[in-house]
Structures are given as structure tokens and as C-alpha cells.
């Protein structure tokens, strides 16, 4: 059973940094992008940032120029760089691996981490 495996959230004040890091627990093939969701209380998870295959990175428009992913697809790992921190952005944080089989996608979640920004 393959798991994706999260750590680095946390409680820090508007305007600081945290560093999010996901790895699956046993390598995949296959693997179209690797990113992160987030859900904050009563609302629908959201993407945040996602890396591709490929190389290219997408972002939410609330977190241009403040957030950034990297990673390793081919390793099944993924970070996110979070700074200039907002109490919008206070959500748990889910890492999400999108896996292509026979062109069927299949999604992998993380069991989520709490970040939450205090003003």
C-alpha cells in the first residue's frame, strides 16, 4: 500500500515561513505531477501548487510569488516553500501524487498536515 508521507507544518505568525515535505513510502512509476492541497474549515479543498512530470509548476493565484514547489517526481518527492505567511492561508495541507495507468488517473493523498498562521 503505498502512502504519501508528510511533515513540516505547524503554528507560526503572519509573515513567517514554513517548509512542507512529502514521500511516498515505496516508490511509484508512472507519476504524471506531484502537488499540494489544502482545506481550511468549511471550505472545499483547493489546489495550492503542483509540479509536473515535465517540470512545470502551477500555482494558485493566492500564493504566486510567495509560495514554491520543487521536487523530485522520479523520486516521489515533493516540497513546498511557504513564505510571507497569511491567516488565509491556515488550512490543513494535503500532499497529492497523480498517477497515470493506462492513461486512468489515479490519485494518491497524504494524510494532511495542519498549518495555521496566527495574525
Not at 54 to 67: C, E, H
Not at 90 to 109: E, I, K, P, Q, S
Request: glycine share 12%; charged share 20%.
Amino acid at each position: 500500500q503505498v502512502q504519501l508521507v508528510e511533515s513540516g507544518g505547524g503554528l507560526v505568525q503572519a509573515g513567517g515561513s514554513l517548509r512542507l515535505s512529502c514521500a511516498a513510502s515505496v516508490s511509484m512509476s508512472s507519476i504524471n505531477a506531484m502537488g499540494w492541497y489544502r482545506q481550511a474549515p468549511g471550505k472545499q479543498r483547493e489546489l495550492v501548487a503542483a509540479l509536473t512530470s515535465g517540470g512545470s509548476r502551477n500555482y494558485a493565484d493566492s500564493v504566486k510569488l510567495r509560495f514554491t514547489i520543487s521536487g523530485d517526481i522520479g523520486k516521489n518527492t515533493v516540497y513546498l516553500q511557504m513564505n510571507s505567511l497569511k491567516p488565509e492561508d491556515t488550512g490543513v495541507y494535503f500532499c497529492n501524487a497523480d498517477r497515470r495507468l493506462m492513461g486512468v488517473r489515479r490519485d494518491y493523498w497524504g494524510q494532511g498536515t495542519q498549518v495555521t498562521v496566527s495574525s
